[in-house]
């Protein structure tokens, strides 16, 4: 029997944090982290990284394990995640980055970072010939450059493109919630959530960071370190985030329609939690 993994996505600002709290505590289970920036340490404010005493004693895991100076892909990812899956009893994956997510739950095979000594002034019959070298089965536009690139940056951390293509075995029995809200209530609370993570101190957090490490090309990290490098100024700064993380959401939304089989819930109802519980305990039983 296939061990059964609940699975909690959505855009930013959907509350994934607080449902998952809920339910971890409504079934007794584990989080586990499904978001590609709440591994490094120091990017708290501007991942909206939980704090310790938000989590309620319930057990979190993959958040802050690797240093803002060290590479961390979705091969150590799918490693690191699926054993933890494999030794706690309920586990939650709570997050938002698809590939990390869908690597833990579907029988994708890595073989570690490939081509990464290739750089993107790659022609488009080289970057074929480079993507056709390694994924042989892949069929692919030779002149669509925008999907060359994709496949050649997917061959860089490792994977195989054509093994995104069509339906995959999963290899756990899981419940997909994803929390859905329409445009404007979804800018309503990105840019809410902006403004009170600029109040926690994100600009100093950058800074900070900035001190040690080269910073990640991250929404939210990549404008503020524009903006103190003086090459925007603070409005702009805060228009971009905005901007940038909307249309993250836009293209988070349609990745998952297209490659998660999910359960979709309005994050604004009032009867969330209670759905979701009754949707998972259907589910389970």
Do not use: C
């Amino acid at each position: 029997m296939m061990k059964k993994v609940i699975v909690i996505v959505g855009p930013t600002s959907s509350g994934k944090t607080k449902l998952s709290l809920e339910i971890a505590k409504h079934f007794r289970g584990q989080i586990i982290n499904g978001d590609s920036v709440q591994v490094y340490k120091g990017y708290n404010i501007g991942s909206a990284k939980i704090k310790n005493h938000e989590k309620h004693d319930i057990p979190h895991f993959l958040i802050d394990i690797v240093d803002p100076n060290k590479q961390y892909d979705v091969f150590q990812f799918q490693k690191d995640g699926r054993k933890i899956i494999e030794e706690v009893e309920n586990p939650i994956i709570v997050g938002g980055t698809g590939l990390y997510i869908q690597s833990l739950l579907f029988d994708y095979k890595f073989y570690g970072e490939k081509s990464s000594h290739k750089d993107l002034s790659l022609s488009n019959k080289e970057l074929y010939n480079e993507i056709k070298m390694f994924d042989n089965k892949i069929i692919i536009d030779k002149n669509n450059r925008r999907r060359l690139i994709r496949a050649y940056e997917i061959i860089r951390k490792g994977l195989k493109p054509s093994s995104l293509e069509g339906d995959k075995k999963t290899i756990y029995d899981y419940y997909g919630v994803y929390l859905d809200l329409d445009k404007n209530e979804l800018k309503k609370r990105v840019t809410e959530r902006i403004n009170n993570q600029l109040n926690e101190g994100f600009i100093q957090e950058v800074s900070e960071l900035k001190k040690k490490y080269e910073i990640k090309n991250i929404i939210g990290y990549r404008e503020i370190n524009m903006y103190l490098e003086n090459k925007m100024t603070y409005d702009q700064m805060k228009e971009n985030i905005i901007s940038k993380t909307m249309k993250l959401a836009k293209r988070q939304k349609t990745w998952f329609k297209n490659k998660m089989k999910l359960y979709f819930f309005d994050a604004n109802s009032k009867t969330l939690t209670r759905d979701v519980i009754e949707g998972i305990e259907k589910w389970r039983n």
